[in-house]
């Protein structure tokens, strides 16, 4: 079977090359050159351009990619499985799916299943490393996909950004909000529902949210100590550690791994976002 992802996943390039795992990458406009996401340009690079006052723009996985990876899955006669970032957040779960059914009507052996994770950084790839654990352990795609479904709904992701402007210019908040916010340093909460990002709940200064993070974890959290908890930080390893002490203190879970925000998402998150992901209880 054939395990495909796309960037929006945050996974370092070395796991793409370390689990065999097909790299999809968004693509990230700045300074008037377009690259392709992790593969030609690292979200360091993308940060630093960030508070030097640039503003990149991101493009979902072009068509033409997907036309190409389904038209060689399809020629190679193998199953496929491509894991994607939250409709909600991208046009590129749907434009998948146009693909995948014109590249059907000429190869009707076509057989590729494609998972809507709802979800973004290591929300989704969360998920992703699922999957290529339970297909090494040589478990058919069905059970794979029947356990991802599971699984979508049970991630939890948590999320605060420094400054509420780059997501206000990405959509993703109102632009009152983000003025409030930044006049009073708000720090705000947000998650994921339904594949979106929602603001819900709002603080003065990052210990607070971080304390509300924590908290959160034991409301909405199950069996930490069997758990592979996740960090995903906008350049700001500083404060991922912090918050990783704070979780191994209260929850101890089997382990918190640590990862920085690919390019495509710190794009609308810009510098300092920090993002939590954990297990909720099976439904």
Known sequence: MKLFTDSGSDLPLSFFE??????????????????D?????????????????ERPKTSQVSPELFTRKWNELAESGEEGLYIAFSSELSGTYSTSVV?????????????VVIIDTK???LGQGLIVQEAARLRDAGKSRDEIVAALRILVDRVVSLFTVEDLDYLAKGG?????????????NIKPLLHVEDGKLV?????????????????LMEERGSSFSGQHVAISHGDD??????LKGMIEDSHKPASVGIYQIGSAIG???GPGCIALFFLGPEA
Not at 38 to 50: C, K, L, N, V
Not at 99 to 111: A, G, M, S
Not at 172 to 184: D, T
């Open 267 to 269: 794009a609308h998150t």
């Open 18 to 35: 370390d689990h065999d795992v097909t790299l999809l990458p968004l693509r990230v406009e700045i300074g008037g050159d377009s690259y």
């Open 199 to 215: 603001p819900i709940e709002k603080y003065r200064g990052r210990k607070k949210v971080f304390q509300r993070m924590v908290g």
């Open 172 to 184: 993703r908040v109102s632009k009152a909000s983000a003025f409030i916010g930044g006049l009073l």
């Open 37 to 53: 996401d992790i593969s030609e340009i690292d979200s360091t690079t993308i940060f630093r351009r960030i508070r030097n006052g």
């Open 119 to 121: 979800g973004a950084s």
């Open 99 to 111: 693909i995948r059914d014109q590249v059907k009507e000429d190869h009707p052996e076509l057989d």
């Open 237 to 242: 390893e500083e404060a991922a550690l912090t």
